[in-house]
Nanobody, 124 residues
Framework: QVQLVESGGGLVQTGGSLRLSCAASGRIFSSYVMAWFRQAPGKDREFVAGIRWSEDTTGYAESVKGRCTISRDNAKNTVFLEMNNLKPEDTAVYYC?????????????????WGQGTQVTVSS
């Protein structure tokens, strides 16, 4: 069982930056894949970025590529999402997710554990 707690969301102006954190507790295995998803009101949950726990393989949605960076601190069991040049369309609840093994996948159903989410609001 893995527990995930997100933090770092908030209100920011267009062009601003935020750094989201996801603290993981429980059994963390080197095979894990960590990812960030987001869900705006009335929309499906969508993939943002993902990283493998034991190597630097990453993946990004086209909509955030070049503006977001996913990273991890294995010693602290924490994954980060650095977001720059934020736009109003980035407004959503951001969720951290884990899948036990495999590649970085962009479909939410592949992930077994989810955090409660953190709200990101970008004002125009």
């Amino acid at each position: 069982q893995v527990q995930l707690v997100e933090s770092g969301g908030g209100l920011v102006q267009t062009g601003g930056s935020l750094r989201l954190s996801c603290a993981a507790s429980g059994r963390i295995f080197s095979s894990y894949v960590m990812a960030w998803f987001r869900q705006a009101p009335g929309k499906d949950r969508e993939f943002v970025a993902g990283i493998r726990w034991s190597e630097d393989t990453t993946g990004y949605a086209e909509s955030v590529k070049g503006r977001c960076t996913i990273s991890r601190d294995n010693a602290k069991n924490t994954v980060f999402l650095e977001m720059n040049n934020l736009k109003p369309e980035d407004t959503a609840v951001y969720y951290c997710a884990v899948r036990p093994q495999g590649a970085v996948m962009t479909i939410a159903n592949y992930y077994n554990y989810w955090g409660q989410g953190t709200q990101v609001t970008v004002s125009s």
